[in-house]
């Protein structure tokens, strides 16, 4: 069964930085992409970026790349089998719960605020 497990979230003053971690398990065979995520109340669930597991292939979501674009990355660690999402200069606009998500799968989300 896969599994999909988020953490390094938390609270942070605007323009701090946190890396949110995808420890990822119970693939029978290695998923395409993890994408990240993120949700706020009332909102629909929007895609930040996502990255190749063969080769690191890296894209942004449509609806956040003018947003997060210089401010967020992503990066894969085949040998620990996780997907990091490294966030600096963060804003209050960027407070929302962030899932890890691959085929089929969702994690059960980190919270991240950011707030002074």
């Known amino acids: 069964q896969v599994q999909l497990v988020e953490s390094g979230g938390g609270s942070v003053q605007p323009g701090g930085s946190l890396r949110l971690s995808c420890a990822t398990s119970?693939?029978?065979?290695?998923?395409?992409?993890i994408a990240w995520f993120r949700q706020v109340p009332g909102k629909e669930r929007e895609g930040i970026l996502c990255i190749t597991i063969a080769d690191g292939v890296t894209a942004y979501g449509l609806s956040t790349e003018n947003s997060v674009k210089g401010r967020f990355t992503i990066s894969r660690e085949d040998s620990k089998n996780r997907v990091y999402l490294e966030m600096n200069k963060l804003k209050p606009d960027d407070t929302a719960v962030y899932y890890c998500n691959a085929p089929y799968s969702w994690g059960q989300g980190t919270q991240v605020t950011v707030s002074s």
């Open positions: 119970g693939f029978t065979s290695d998923p395409y992409a």
